[in-house]
């Protein structure tokens, strides 16, 4: 199947602020269109397959009112059912209601027909993703309890909903926009901490089971200025994808948010490396491996490597 990328497409943008003490705070908030669709043979050359998940114009009760929030979707097929299922952050303008949404298509290219949001095992969901593993089990990541953790839980069969299966990670350690992956039977996770609309230090972490435990590995970013290295290169992560036939090699992805105008927002993409020693000691030493090290290297202009070919 060809890579597919998918996007919020946003419109007007409403601005006000507000003066706390002497901070001059501005808040923006955007209408939402709906959910892009983006499709490419090369990662290089892409076309715009239009949006695939419409708001609501007209009832304001609806989640996908345009008024509300709709952030961070993603979608996986599911074998056994033929459908594409897609699960994306719900929220009001003042990010109380912190529920998961999902919808579903015959087609990856939609139009996808929208089911319902829920707080996933009654918890609070903010930045969250969800992750395929290789047996065809599907999980939905969230950040959770005000954003002072992570919580993580197998979905259904048919990846409409959730068990009654949860685990929390990261416990106090406020962490959020969870990109996993996994190399060589190894789970790995890169997060960001939390603090708005503003880049901070992304943070690797790993795993043997993807139920954990996990365990922190320290800052991957490299190349930069020292600024970059701590800001994320000024982003914030939100996927990480395999090229495919080049072992240890993927593409890690992120958010540039632009706070002041969220709908001219952008994207970094940069090479990531899984190999070589960690670089922080383990928070705890009960045998667990020595995991390899994530690297995600700094490039102002890069190509895909020579011996990936794309997908057909």
């Not at 599911?78 to 998961?100: L, Q, R």
């Not at 996994?182 to 901490?193: R, V």
């Not at 089971?209 to 800001?231: A, V």
Request: proline share 6%; aromatic share 14%; glycine share 8%.
């Amino acid at each position: 199947m060809l890579p597919l990328a998918y996007n919020v497409v946003y419109t007007s943008v409403i601005k006000h602020m507000e003066l706390t003490g002497v901070l001059l705070c501005t808040f923006v908030q955007v209408d939402i269109i709906g959910v892009g669709c983006y499709s490419s043979k090369d990662l290089w050359t892409w076309k715009n397959e239009g949006v695939v998940l419409e708001a609501e114009e007209a009832n304001e009760t609806h989640d996908l009112h345009k008024s509300n929030v709709l952030e961070r979707p993603k979608v996986i097929y599911n074998e056994k059912t033929g459908k594409y299922v897609m699960w994306m952050h719900i929220d009001d303008t003042n990010y109380t209601k912190a529920a998961v949404g999902i919808a579903v298509s015959d087609y990856p290219t939609g139009p996808f027909n929208y089911l319902h949001s829920k707080r996933p095992h009654g918890f609070e969901s903010r930045d969250m993703t969800i992750f395929k593993d290789d047996d065809g089990v599907a999980y939905v990541v969230y950040s959770s309890e005000e954003n002072s953790e992570l919580h993580i839980g197998p979905l259904t069969e048919d990846y409409l909903d959730v068990t009654h299966v949860v685990r929390r990670i990261l416990i106090g350690q406020h962490r959020e926009a969870p990109a996993l992956f996994k190399y060589q039977g190894t789970y790995y996770m890169i997060t960001s901490g939390c603090t708005g609309w503003a880049p901070n230090e992304a943070l690797a972490h790993a795993a043997e089971s993807i139920m954990g435990p996990w365990e922190t590995m320290g800052n991957p970013c490299i190349g930069g200025n020292k600024m970059f290295r701590q800001t994320t290169f000024f982003a914030q992560s939100t996927y990480v994808i395999p090229l495919t036939g080049l072992p240890g090699s993927f593409i890690f992805m992120a958010d540039r948010w632009n706070p002041a105008d969220l709908r001219n927002s952008r994207y970094v993409w940069l090479p990531l490396i899984v190999g070589g020693p960690a670089d922080r000691p383990l928070d705890y030493d009960f045998g667990f491996p020595i995991w390899s090290r994530v690297s995600i290297y700094w490039h102002r202009k890069w190509r895909l490597p020579s011996g990936w070919s794309g997908l057909k």
